[in-house]
């Protein structure tokens, strides 16, 4: 049973399409991320959710839209991709006094 | 604001040998800790974590981390490093407060030698 489960894995998009990555979680978390890993491996925190509610908005460009229809699911809308929204974006969910628990990851390639 | 610092972008040790991987951090109070690794193109586990109580925190794969408030540290260690150690480790920095927000450090490649 998995935890956290993003989908899709894997996602080649060309430039200027719209996009969409679904996170869900069965653990009864309170809290959601979006983070997204460039290049050089480093975790950039986008979003969280708290709740259904937005707490933290990381000056991500407007592109990027979270949605949370309920606390099991966090999905990322991305508008208009480009060449540097390539990277692997990871959603995670926690509760204030657990760590957090991560998918396995989307890559997105925009070419 | 809560931030990470991991002074190391790369470590090479022999396999075997001791390893510590340093991680400082800064935030207003008593954060949570965490430690985290992530093999090549494979998600993130979870290694270990300090919420509070005893200092000296015992993890997964015999790995350890020491939490020193005077220092803002919370530095990872392993006694004998196996190769399957090869991975990309990161620090975080959890929020005690409402919001959870999570930073993590830039994270710090250990490379094992045989």
């Known amino acids: 049973d998995t935890a956290v489960s993003q989908t899709p894995k894997y996602l080649v998009t060309q430039m200027g399409n719209d996009k969409s990555i679904k996170c869900e979680q069965n653990l009864g978390h309170d809290t959601m991320y979006w983070y997204k890993q460039d290049s050089k491996k480093f975790l950039k925190i986008m979003f969280s959710y708290n709740n259904k509610e937005l707490i933290i908005n990381e000056t991500v460009p407007n592109r990027f839209s979270p949605k949370s229809p309920d606390k099991a699911h966090l999905n990322l809308h991305i508008n208009s991709l480009e060449l540097g929204d390539s990277a692997v974006y990871f959603c995670?969910?926690?509760?204030?006094?657990?760590?957090?628990?991560f998918g396995q990851g989307t890559r997105l390639t925009v070419v | 604001a809560q931030s990470v610092t991991q002074p190391d972008i790369h470590i090479t040790v022999s396999e075997g040998a001791s390893l510590e991987l340093r991680c400082n951090y800064s935030?207003?109070?008593?954060?949570?800790l965490f430690w985290y690794v992530q093999s090549p193109g494979q998600g993130l586990q979870l290694l270990l974590k300090?919420?509070?109580?005893?200092?000296l925190v015992q993890g997964i794969k015999g790995f350890e981390a020491e939490f020193k408030r005077s220092q803002s540290s919370f530095n990872l260690r392993k006694p004998s490093v196996h190769w399957s150690d090869a991975a990309e480790y990161f620090c975080a920095v959890g929020d005690r407060q409402y919001g959870n927000k999570l930073v993590f450090g830039a994270g710090t490649i250990l490379r094992v030698k045989s």
């Open positions: 935030y207003g109070a008593t954060p949570y």
């Open positions: 300090y919420f509070s109580g005893d200092t």
């Open positions: 995670a969910s926690r509760s204030l006094s657990t760590e957090a628990f």
